[in-house]
């Protein structure tokens, strides 16, 4: 168990690209989150996926963002036309409805839109 | 709905002197509460956690917390202040059977040697 994998660590694109992160999530969690979070704040929650549904989504989650959790194993967080103010931390997290209370986070993705 | 403050968004202290770090949450159920540690450019650690049973948490790192109802509030403590210790920190609530945190603004900790 390597914790909470999240590839890349930094990304860096013009405004406009396409952007994919990916996120493994500890083996035996069927519960992933993703987070966003901007600088000098804390991480605002974007989405949940229980096994391979997708549960919740925040309204921070423009027609822009998709995210995927195809076999219920890793997820893929898309941004399209990305902007300027899609700049942050991109943060995952895991958890297992019958253990221990509380996420293991990845160390995120840092995106840069220039 | 639910909101966390935390007072005060740059704390410091010197070494080896007691650390103090509030967080005041607004629920009317009492929630689950955690004190999460970010250091820079990485993710976030898990320090401690209040799950309706002591009051008082021991976490990691010789943190602890009290959580108050009355005051609802959960305050982050360490006796004696490290070096290592400078670092954000977020205090986050879970109402039990929401399936997402509400995390505060956070502090961040400096330490002076």
């Known amino acids: 168990d390597t914790g909470v994998s999240q590839n890349p660590r930094h990304k860096i694109t013009k405004r406009g690209q396409n952007v994919t992160f990916r996120c493994d999530p500890i083996?035996?969690?069927?519960?992933l989150y993703w987070y966003r979070q901007t600088l000098g704040q804390g991480p605002e929650f974007l989405t949940y996926f229980q096994n391979e549904a997708q549960l919740e989504k925040s309204r921070l989650l423009s027609d822009r963002f998709s995210a995927e959790r195809p076999k219920g194993s890793f997820s893929t967080l898309e941004i399209q036309r990305t902007e300027q103010g899609d700049s942050a931390m991109y943060l995952c997290?895991?958890?297992?409805?019958?253990?221990?209370?509380?996420?293991?986070f990845g160390s995120g993705t840092r995106l840069t839109v220039v | 709905a639910q909101s966390v403050t935390q007072l005060g968004s740059h704390v410091s202290v010197s070494e080896g002197a007691l650390v103090l770090l509030r967080c005041n949450y607004s629920?009317?159920?009492?929630?689950?509460l955690f004190w999460y540690v970010q250091y820079p450019n990485q993710g976030l650690q898990l320090l401690l956690k209040y799950t309706s049973a002591a009051t008082l948490v021991k976490g990691i790192n010789g943190f602890e917390a009290e959580f108050k109802k009355s005051e609802t509030s959960f305050h982050l403590t360490k006796p004696s202040a490290h070096m290592s210790d400078a670092a954000e920190y977020f205090c986050a609530v879970d109402l039990f059977g929401r399936q997402n945190f509400v995390f505060g603004p956070g502090t961040r900790l400096s330490v002076l040697p």
């Open positions: 997290a895991s958890s297992h409805p019958l253990g221990e209370v509380g996420y293991t």
């Open positions: 629920s009317s159920v009492p929630p689950y």
């Open positions: 083996s035996e969690h069927n519960r």
